[in-house]
């Protein structure tokens, strides 16, 4: 009927044509043979298609059986040959979530195993051609990490660019902490399997850059405070949890993963693997043997003293490897110190039990001093505590405080493990004088903490604070404490019940003995009446307290004494009694000199009358002060 039809056509086109010209006409077994192709075609694809849903019901059939070896090989020859049937995709989507999933249950674990028994050159055609297949980036990420775990030599080819691709998210995201699931796959996921083979070469600012983005997150997820984990941590069954290095063992779940995924053991051991590698790879002056942190911190120092006799391109690769060896031994001790002194601020309900403990100067010996000779006469007098303040101030005479080799004292039975606590102590406070020792260090480590925002981290300000008042620039110390208190202010909306409480009095019990050192003694005893507000008496504590603690009287006083005393009422109220009688002591004059209103005077002596006599045992000290 075709073939008629275009005869009866012919004539006409024929007429439209200029000149003469023959219809070409098309013959009859062309025509035939055409038809014959198009019929074929369709047999081909009626076949296929019944070849396909035969093979996909037999598929099935062997599947929902659990018979892995017969439905990996349907499996194998479906994908083969009906490589972009939507039915064979989505059987595949449903095998690749169950290798990204969790979840141990019996068809998860059929699934992987029936992928286990597909050939490798198809295992990883099959993952690619998923990845494509993958729009949100978290899957996709997810998705190579399947691959380059399984083959390592894929690596080379897509490692670097699917780091780069979740460092671009997390910058679209607007993440606030670094602590979040595009950090978090690139740290601990994607970047040891990059810097661990020896394939992928990598310049050494790229480097650099990874170490400093593995460094932030690490940090930052260790030093997380209880506020920002209290709406997924729940009641925890182990209550040892002293150890930072137990500390990771808490539940704690990063946006967009899952509890097992946002779990990371070791993070401090993680980290300074990730900086041996990039040490390695970058040619640093590294010594395997070494791994103790005060022999990094030595390392360094040697490192720090010919680090101004190399060119240019040698003098950025040493001054990187003291920046960041350095910093991380200052902040894994300085973290160490917070955390024992402090374990509210990092374990929350957990620490009930837990006394925290706060430095302070010793002001036994002031006391006891100032008792020594009361024959004196009162312009004698006064000049001796002309002395002692200018003694116990080092902000004039030693502005750095490296010179001041001052002992800090705390009892075993009080704190078990304070030999730790102290050497982190020294190792921090010595890691932070080596980051300033040199002016390209301390221009880089400003820099990191700038970009890192170190100056919103409650526990390095507490640490910092410390590490002033230690080295007796207490100037500095008070300003400290002012930002500290700021600190607290913008973190006391999300704090646990009692916590901000307690960093108040943390302050005021330290801008106390700042102000002391200072020879600023009405400024002292405000700030010991506004902590007053907060305590108790300890009635019953204080007998046993006495005991425990020896007096130290020594007749001369060349270097201040530090102490780390049990932040309780039982300790404090003692403690803040000795400080006022020491302020009275020192400074003959402060009630009849007329600088102090007598108002504020006789308050401060009601108090002392007061606690005197509600501690029996300070009748010794109540008749010491009265009788001159």
């Given amino acids: 009927r075709e073939f008629e039809n275009k005869q009866n056509l012919a004539p006409a086109f024929k007429d439209m044509m200029p000149g003469k010209q023959k219809t070409p006409q098309r013959p009859l077994t062309t025509l035939v043979t055409t038809k014959i192709c198009s019929v074929r075609c369709w047999y081909n694809s009626l076949t296929w298609i019944l070849l396909l849903n ?53 068809q998860t674990q059929f699934l992987r195993g029936l992928f286990e028994t597909l050939p490798g050159r198809i295992q990883c055609e099959m993952l690619l051609k998923a990845t494509e297949q993958c729009f949100n980036t978290l899957e996709r990420a997810e998705m190579l990490l399947l691959l380059l775990r399984r083959f390592p030599e894929s690596v080379v080819q897509h490692g670097v660019g699917l780091g780069e691709s979740l460092l671009e998210a997390e910058n679209i995201e607007d993440q606030e902490s670094p602590v979040n699931c595009y950090r978090k796959l690139f740290v601990c996921d994607v970047l040891p399997l990059i810097i661990n083979n020896p394939d992928v070469r990598l310049p050494a600012a790229l480097l650099y850059k990874y170490l400093n983005k593995a460094a932030e997150f690490y940090i930052n997820y260790v030093t997380r405070s209880t506020q920002m984990e209290s709406q997924y941590q729940g009641v925890q069954d182990t209550p040892d949890l002293l150890s930072p290095s137990k500390r990771s063992s808490q539940k704690y779940v990063i946006e967009g993963l899952t509890e097992k995924s946002s779990h990371i053991t070791d993070p401090w051991e993680r980290v300074f693997k990730i900086l041996s590698v990039v040490g390695v790879r970058c040619e640093w002056q590294m010594d395997m043997s070494r791994r103790s942190f005060g022999d990094i911190l030595l390392k360094m120092k040697d490192v720090c003293r010919y680090i101004g006799n190399y060119d240019n391109e040698a003098h950025t690769k040493y001054k990187t490897q003291v920046t960041y060896s350095t ?35 010793d002001v036994s010996n002031v006391y006891g001093d100032a008792d020594m000779d009361r024959s004196k006469h009162l312009h004698k007098k006064r000049k001796l505590a002309e002395g002692r303040e200018k003694t116990m101030s080092s902000d004039d005479e030693d502005p750095s405080g490296k010179g001041r080799n001052r002992h800090i004292t705390i009892h075993a039975a009080e704190l078990p493990n304070s030999v730790e606590v102290l050497e982190s102590f020294r190792l921090a406070r010595e890691s932070w004088e080596l980051l300033h020792s040199l002016e390209s260090l301390d221009k880089e480590f400003t820099r990191i903490c700038v970009s890192w925002k170190t100056d919103t981290w409650l526990w390095l300000r507490i640490f910092l604070t410390d590490m002033i008042i230690y080295q007796g620039q207490y100037k500095k110390a008070i300003a400290s404490l002012h930002h500290l208190a700021a600190l607290q202010g913008s973190h006391s909306p999300q704090q646990i019940p009692g916590q901000g409480s307690l960093e108040n009095q943390r302050a005021l019990i330290q801008l106390a003995t700042c102000h002391f050192a200072l020879g600023e003694y009405r400024f002292t005893c405000e700030k010991v009446l506004d902590l007053m507000c907060y305590m108790v008496l300890p009635i019953q504590e204080g007998a046993k307290l006495q005991e425990e603690q020896p007096k130290l009287k020594s007749k001369f006083r060349k270097v201040s004494e530090l102490k780390l005393w049990p932040f309780t009422s039982a300790a404090i109220m003692p403690y803040c009694l000795r400080l006022l009688l020491a302020c009275f002591k ?23 009358v007061v606690v005197l006599g509600g501690i029996p045992q300070r009748e010794n000290a109540w008749m010491a002060w009265r009788s001159p």
């Avoid at 479906?78 to 064979?88: C, H, L």
């Avoid at 001790?333 to 990092?346: D, G, M, R, T």
């Fill in 54 to 106: 035969s093979e996909y019901e037999m598929y099935t059939i062997e599947r929902n059986a659990e018979r892995t070896s017969s439905a990996g090989r349907l499996l194998y020859d479906i994908f083969v040959n009906f490589p972009d049937q939507p039915v064979v995709w989505r059987e595949i989507s449903v095998i690749t979530s169950a290798l990204r999933n969790d979840c141990q249950d019996k």
């Fill in 327 to 361: 910093m991380l031994v200052f902040f894994k001790n300085a973290f160490q110190y917070v955390s024992s002194i402090q374990p509210s601020l990092f374990q929350g309900p957990n620490a009930a039990n837990q006394h925290p403990f706060v430095l302070l100067e």
């Fill in 586 to 608: 020192v400074s003959s004059c402060f009630v009849c000199s007329g600088k102090t209103k007598p108002s504020f005077a006789s308050t401060v002596l009601v108090w002392v």
